[in-house]
């Protein structure tokens, strides 16, 4: 008579202890969200404002204009900037071509993006 082997299968039950978000809050799934996401990417360094030039999936391309001294002329002359930035799920829809934003100085994400969009300036009170 062969000896048989008797397995027992524990089940367990997995409850989710996730809090149901309010009526009318936007879900956010982008992990890389500064204020939703699950690694909360830090913000460090220096902010920038401008004006959305190009937006694509996920990344929005600024452009904002600086003054640099010239000192042979003693004169001041205008320099246009570009900076490409991470643009999250949850901001997606408020950020349009034209808008005035901000955006933060953050860790390397990709070999082009080291900024991260924080938020919508009011275009009539940069006037």
């Not at 008579?1 to 879900?27: F, N, Y």
Request: some cysteine.
């Amino acid at each position: 008579m062969a000896k048989e082997k008797v397995t027992k299968k524990i089940v367990r039950k997995v409850v989710s202890k996730a809090k149901k978000a309010p009526i009318g809050a936007v879900k956010c799934n982008d992990r890389l969200c500064p204020k939703h996401g699950r690694e909360k990417i830090r913000t460090r360094g220096r902010t920038f404002e401008g004006n959305v030039i190009r937006k694509h999936h996920g990344r929005v391309t600024i452009e904002f204009e600086r003054m640099i001294k010239v000192p042979k002329y003693e004169r001041y002359e205008k320099r246009k900037t570009k900076l490409h930035a991470r643009l999250t799920d949850c901001m997606a829809e408020k950020v349009k071509i034209g808008d005035l934003i901000q955006i933060a100085e953050t860790r390397p994400i990709s070999k082009m993006i080291h900024f991260i969009v924080v938020g919508v300036k009011d275009q009539e009170a940069s006037i």
